[in-house]
């Protein structure tokens, strides 16, 4: 069964850093693009950062763009998310997802086909 | 930068047809992907490329992408359609974009 589950969601004071992280099962890891999505309460989904599937190429939302870093560890089937310098406005549930290809630059998502069920951060001191 | 304009709801009656809009400057000539989003859950992929459906979704899913619009339509709505639909591009500066999201209410 392909499942995407995340960790190290919480409280955080502002300015203050976290790490989420993800760990893939099911499927080959290595071959897929990752992406973290978010959705702050009541609010749509916004996408937050991506990762090609050999992580050599890294996207983030401007939003983002120098706050927060995207890493991962294929031999671990691990993905990371390190939140420098949140915001309040970074308050959201973080989710996850595996895209149907491997995000490379000519074509940066596919699709994304397998979510996780999330974790929440909440900036806030 | 590059905007996805949805219509905040809209609303059909059982087994009749829903269409869900997703507006952008020549929208047509990038790959649209949609996705359904049940309260309390996280979202699932509908259709992929513009017309494509995942393993497991209805053929009463489909969509269609032209010039600045592309349209998701469910056929024969069900109860169990109720949800929040959201269309996602992305940019060639690597950016991927979701819609504000349309609620569908089954009446």
């Known amino acids: 069964q392909v499942d995407l589950v995340e960790s190290g969601g919480g409280v955080v004071q502002p300015g203050r850093s976290l790490r989420l992280s993800c760990a893939g099962s099911?499927?080959?890891?290595?071959?897929?693009?990752i992406h973290w999505v978010r959705q702050a309460p009541g609010k749509g989904l916004e996408w937050v950062a991506g990762?090609?599937?050999?992580?050599?190429?890294?996207y983030y939302a401007d939003s983002v763009k120098g706050r927060f870093a995207v890493s991962r560890d294929n031999s671990k089937n691990m993905l990371y998310l390190e939140m420098n310098s949140p915001r309040a406005d970074d308050t959201a549930v973080y989710f996850c997802?595996?895209?149907?290809?491997?995000?490379?630059?000519?074509?940066?998502?596919?699709?994304?086909?397998?979510w996780g069920q999330g974790t929440t951060v909440t900036v806030s001191s | 930068s590059y905007v996805l304009t949805q219509p905040p709801s809209v609303s059909v009656a059982p087994g009749k047809t829903a269409t869900v809009t997703c507006g952008g400057h020549?929208?047509?000539?990038?790959?649209v992907h949609w996705y359904r989003q049940k309260p309390g859950q996280a979202p699932v992929l509908v259709v992929y490329?513009?017309?494509d459906r995942p393993s497991g979704i209805p053929e009463r899913f489909s969509g269609v992408n032209s010039e600045n619009t592309a349209t998701l339509t469910i056929s024969r709505v069900e109860p169990g359609d109720e949800a929040d639909y959201y269309c996602?591009?992305?940019?060639?500066?690597?950016?991927?974009?979701f819609g504000g999201g349309t609620k569908v209410t089954v009446l």
């Open positions: 997802v595996k895209d149907r290809g491997p995000s490379i630059p000519v074509t940066v998502t596919s699709g994304m086909d397998v």
């Open positions: 990762m090609s599937y050999d992580g050599n190429n890294k």
């Open positions: 996602q591009v992305w940019e060639n500066s690597g950016e991927v974009l």
């Open positions: 490329d513009d017309k």
């Open positions: 099911g499927f080959i890891f290595s071959v897929y693009g």
């Open positions: 020549y929208i047509g000539s990038k790959s």
